[in-house]
């Protein structure tokens, strides 16, 4: 085994950990459509930045997720008659326009464009393994410091803010924390394959668990599992795209934690 | 301590109609009112812009001598911990694994600070309330397990943690059973006997309004039809005006029922 290899499975365990952690809030709120929508804006920005000739292309995808997160936050059911689900399909709509645009423009390493799509473990660097790891550190420190407002939020947003709860600030440093996860982990797991990766794993452990902590730390572990043996498999194969395979054994694991569910007959 | 609202010629606005228009409505410390009206009368509406979930266009809302309309968000965010709100269940997400015990500490969050966790004293309190309102059995089983008027029950022990000086719920007996429906109306009745907490209420149904509702603020069309005492309220034309049919309130076991006036 080479360092390589260590590495990609190191950074593929913090990203799968990460993305883990980020569904439990996305799924329970009941927009996991926010994944597609922030990567793709990621990959927007990604693009227009290798064409505007930006060094580090990376900070595109920064920004542009960012800004499409506080768009989304800015996005008040109640004042605007727009949906959250429906804010981000529109949004969803203009990054996958924008995206394909840039893609029409790129001139060259087109493939590179494209692996975007579907993630590469060949992206993983030293560098990207620092980043990630300090991002996944961030996450977990936020969900650890703002575990009581996160669980309100999740319960319903109406009452943590009919009852002074900080609601609209907690949600829009989630939204952006949201966004750059998405953004650190976009070129080695993929834009179209991040969505399941974030749904998956959250969505099994609210099958199967009783109590916030019990679902935070299975879908942590679980969104861990889905990409480690991905990438394992990925690895060996040596042609088989990342994401794709993650993706597979993530709903994989969601189907197991269903019949496992349904046959235990788990009562609450 | 009990607190007190006052609005005066609050506005609120949609799309350019007027929704809301509230010229004057005072609620002293320690009242208990129920806010009655139809469908789209503006009932769950006037309950919002009392606690400050929607800003209105004009006008002030007034919660202990601070107008909620003109804070800001964190101020006025600071001002809320203090309103026990319970909404409509289409308001909450029944379906996450949150334990019962869980779901009513959820109302010691905006006790404590931003950044600073929850503390044993907290829990103590959670659990005196879920004792208190005959959930101890329960109280490690998921919320979603639990039938809609043990959901409710729960929501109003969330409400109470918080130790508020007002209670605002929005029609807390809706898509309960009469049985349910009756014990949570008394359960609702016992809270203000017993702290004397400023209450108001939302509901369709006037028997479902507890017998310690003393007074019926009436909507129709968003505006205010009838304000006083329950017995003159319902002793008035106004709900027939609001209604658009005759009607007639009779009492049945201190229960106010309200229906259409029969013709035989």
Known sequence: MDSFFYLVMFAGAVAGASTGLLGVYIVGMRMPFIGTCISHAAMAGIIFASLLGIENPIWGAVAASVITSMSLAAIRPEKSRLDTNVGLAILFSLMLGLTFLGMGLVQDSRSEVLGLLWGSILFVRQRTAVIITVMALTLAAFTIVFNKEMKVLLFSRSIAAATGVHESFVYCLFLALCGLTLSVNLKMIGGLMIFS?????????????????????????????????????????????????????SSAIFAIAAIYRHIAGKED | MSSRLSLSNVKIKRSGRTILHIDNLQIPPGTFAGIIGTNGAGKTTLLKVCCGLIKPNQGSV???????????????????????????????NSELPFTLRE??????????????????????????????????????????????????????????????????????GSNLDFNWKYQITDIIDDLYQQTNITILMVSHETNLLPRSCGRIVLL???????????????A?????????????????AGRKYTAIKSKV
């Open chain 2, 220 to 234: 129709h069309q968003g505006k205010i039809l009838a304000d006083g005492p329950a017995e003159e309220v319902f």
């Open chain 2, 236 to 252: 008035s034309d106004a709900l027939e005006i609001a209604y658009q049919c005759p009607v007639e309130t009779v009492e049945v």
């Open chain 2, 103 to 172: 779901v009513v500490a959820m109302g010691r969050i905006s006790v404590r600070a931003l950044l600073s966790p929850l503390r044993r004293q907290d829990y103590e309190y959670v659990d005196h309330w879920i004792d208190k309102l005959g959930l101890t059995n329960r109280r490690n089983q998921t919320f979603r397990s639990l039938s809609g008027g043990e959901q409710q029950k729960v929501l109003i022990a969330r409400a109470m943690v918080q130790n508020p000086a007002i209670l605002m719920l929005d029609e807390p």
């Open chain 1, 197 to 249: 990766l974030i749904t998956n794993p959250a969505a099994a452990a609210y099958q199967i668990c009783r109590g916030h902590k019990s679902v935070v730390l299975t879908a942590t572990l679980l969104g861990m599992l889905s990409t480690v043996i991905g990438f394992l498999i990925s690895f060996y194969s040596k042609k088989l795209p990342t994401g794709a395979c993650v993706v597979i054994v």
């Open chain 2, 62 to 92: 007034e919660f202990d001598d601070t107008n909620l309309a003109v804070l800001g968000p964190w101020k006025r965010a600071n001002l809320r911990k203090r309103i026990g709100y319970i909404p409509q269940a289409a308001e909450y």
